[in-house]
C-alpha cells in the first residue's frame, strides 16, 4: 500500500465492497431491511462505560498517515458526554438478537460475503471467487456470521470473539435493539484515543511497548505468512489485550468497526467555510456528510500489517458500502448519556 492510492478507488486491501458476480449468481444494491420494532436489552449485551465527552484533537498531521483518506488535518472538535460498550459486540450477542427477532443479515441475504483465502480449506479455496487485484480475498457462498469460513464452520467455540461477516445496515439493527446506535466517527476516535492526545495507538506511539503486544494484527510478510506473534492467527476474544484509558477493548486491530457517517475526506481542511459549529459539517457533535456511497470504518483489523495497511492506528480510517460483508469487520454500539 502507498500513500498515493486514489480516495474514490476501492480499498480492498482493507475491506473488499460487495460486487456484481457472474459466478456467485448474486446481485448488488441495496435491500430493504427493517430493523426489529421497539427495543430490547438483554443481560451483559448493553454493558457500557459513560465517557464526558469534551474537546479533543480528531485527526492526524503525521506524514505517516494516508492522506487521501482524509486522516488530516487535526481538528479541535467538542463532544457532549455519551456512554459506549466497551468491547465490540460478540456472536453470543448478536446470536441472542437473531433469536429474538428473527434477523436475517444481508450476507445471508446474498447467499455469499467475503472470507481470506488462507483460512479456506483448499477445495472450497479452488471453487471460490478472488476479488481482482486482492486475490487474498474470496467470495464465499454460504459464509456468514453463522459460518465465519463458509460452509462446515461455526462459531460454536467462539462466543466471545466479535461477530463478522455484518453489514453497516445489520450493525445498526442491532444497536436499535439494545437502545442504542453505532458511534459517529467523532465519537469512535474519541473513544479509541482513550484520553491521550494525538498518539499513534490507544496506548501510546510505540507499537510493542515493552516487547509486549497490545493488539491483533498481522504479524510476519503480508499475505504469505502470518507468524502468529501476538497469538492469534484470525479474531480474537474481544476482550483480549489491556484496555485503553478508558476500559475500551480492542479499538486498534482485531475487527474494523462501523460508524454511522456517510464517507467524506473534506471534514475540516483549510478554506473550507464553517457557517455552524454545529451538526453535520461543523465542530461539535459532528455527524458527518447527510448522504453517500460508503460509511466510515475504524479500527483496523487481524489483516491490518504495517508493510501493506497500517491503519491499525487511531487516526487511521477507510470506507465500505453499507451492504459488504467480510470476515474482519464488526461494530460496538453507544448510547446517548
Not at 22 to 38: D, E, H, I, R, W
Not at 178 to 192: C, F, K, M, Q
Request: glycine share 12%; aromatic share 10%.
Amino acid at each position: 500500500m502507498n500513500h498515493t492510492e486514489d480516495a474514490s478507488a476501492p480499498r480492498g486491501c482493507c475491506t473488499p465492497s460487495r460486487q456484481p458476480s457472474a459466478q456467485l449468481g448474486v446481485a448488488t444494491g441495496l435491500l430493504s431491511v427493517a430493523a426489529p420494532c421497539g427495543t430490547a436489552v438483554a443481560d451483559g449485551v448493553a454493558e457500557s462505560v459513560r465517557l464526558p465527552g469534551g474537546e479533543f484533537l480528531m485527526g492526524t498531521d503525521s506524514a505517516e498517515g494516508f492522506a487521501v483518506d482524509g486522516e488530516g488535518p487535526s481538528r479541535a472538535v467538542r463532544l457532549s458526554p455519551f456512554r459506549i460498550a466497551p468491547y465490540a459486540v460478540t456472536n453470543a450477542e448478536f446470536g441472542a438478537f437473531a433469536e429474538a427477532t428473527g434477523h436475517v443479515t444481508d450476507a445471508e441475504r446474498f447467499g455469499w460475503s467475503y472470507v481470506f483465502a488462507s483460512f479456506l480449506p483448499a477445495a472450497l479455496r479452488r471453487i471460490s471467487e478472488r476479488v481482482p487485484g486482492t486475490p487474498w480475498w474470496c467470495g464465499v457462498t454460504g459464509a456468514s456470521w453463522r459460518a465465519p469460513e463458509g460452509p462446515g464452520s461455526d462459531v460454536a467455540e467462539r462466543g466471545r470473539h466479535p461477530v463478522v461477516h455484518v453489514s453497516w445496515r445489520d450493525a445498526q439493527a442491532y444497536c436499535a435493539w439494545v437502545g442504542g446506535r453505532l458511534p459517529t466517527e467523532a465519537e469512535w476516535e474519541y473513544a479509541a484515543r482513550g484520553g491521550l492526545e494525538q498518539r499513534r495507538y490507544p496506548w501510546g506511539d510505540e507499537l510493542t511497548p515493552g516487547g509486549e503486544h497490545r493488539c491483533n494484527i498481522w504479524q510476519g510478510h503480508f499475505p504469505t505468512k502470518n507468524t502468529l506473534d501476538d497469538g492469534h492467527r484470525g479474531t480474537a476474544p474481544v476482550d483480549t489485550y489491556a484496555p485503553n484509558g478508558f476500559g475500551l477493548y480492542n479499538t486498534a486491530g482485531n475487527v474494523w468497526e462501523w460508524c454511522a457517517d456517510w464517507w467524506t475526506t473534506d471534514h475540516g481542511r483549510p478554506g473550507m467555510v464553517k457557517t455552524d459549529p454545529t451538526g453535520p459539517t461543523g465542530t461539535t457533535d459532528p455527524t458527518g456528510p447527510a448522504e453517500g456511497a460508503a460509511k466510515v470504518i475504524r479500527g483496523g483489523s487481524y489483516l491490518c500489517h504495517d508493510s501493506y495497511c497500517n491503519r491499525y492506528r487511531v487516526a487511521a480510517r477507510t470506507s465500505n458500502t453499507p451492504d459488504s460483508t467480510t470476515g474482519h469487520m464488526g461494530f460496538r454500539c453507544v448510547f446517548d448519556a
